[in-house]
Nanobody, 127 residues
Framework: QVQLAESGGGLVQAGGSLRLSCAAS???????????MAWFRQAPGKEREVVAT????????YYTDSVKGRFTISRDNVKKAMYLQMNSLKSEDTAVYYC?????????????????WGQGTQVTVSS
């Protein structure tokens, strides 16, 4: 079992920045480096969507088109943490953001690819 805890959400004006963090624990000895990770988000009345993914090494990343050039996903395998730097935020980025982990080396882009989920952190962008 892996426990994931997000932090860093909040209220920000359009054009501003936020940095989300996801801390992993309780992996029962399995190395954090063997997990692919991702950020998903869900806005009110909308389906959950992938925002960005990162492979076990951090060498391969994926971004959904709407955040390319504005968001950056990264991970620190020593600290067992993942991050999402969000710049030039827009009102349409308002959502609950979730981190997710999968015991695979390659990161999928659908929710069913991930076995472990955090509780989510609210990001609200005011226009």
């Amino acid at each position: 079992q892996v426990q994931l805890a997000e932090s860093g959400g909040g209220l920000v004006q359009a054009g501003g920045s936020l940095r989300l963090s996801c801390a992993a624990s309780g992996d029962s000895g399995r190395s954090f480096t063997t997990y692919a990770m991702a950020w998903f988000r869900q806005a009110p009345g909308k389906e959950r969507e992938v925002v960005a993914t990162i492979s076990w090494s951090g060498g391969s990343t994926y971004y959904t088109d709407s955040v390319k050039g504005r968001f950056t996903i990264s991970r620190d395998n020593v600290k067992k943490a993942m991050y999402l730097q969000m710049n030039s935020l827009k009102s349409e980025d308002t959502a609950v953001y979730y981190c997710a982990a999968s015991p695979t080396l390659v990161a999928g882009t659908t929710g069913k690819s991930y076995q472990y989920w955090g509780q989510g952190t609210q990001v609200t962008v005011s226009s």
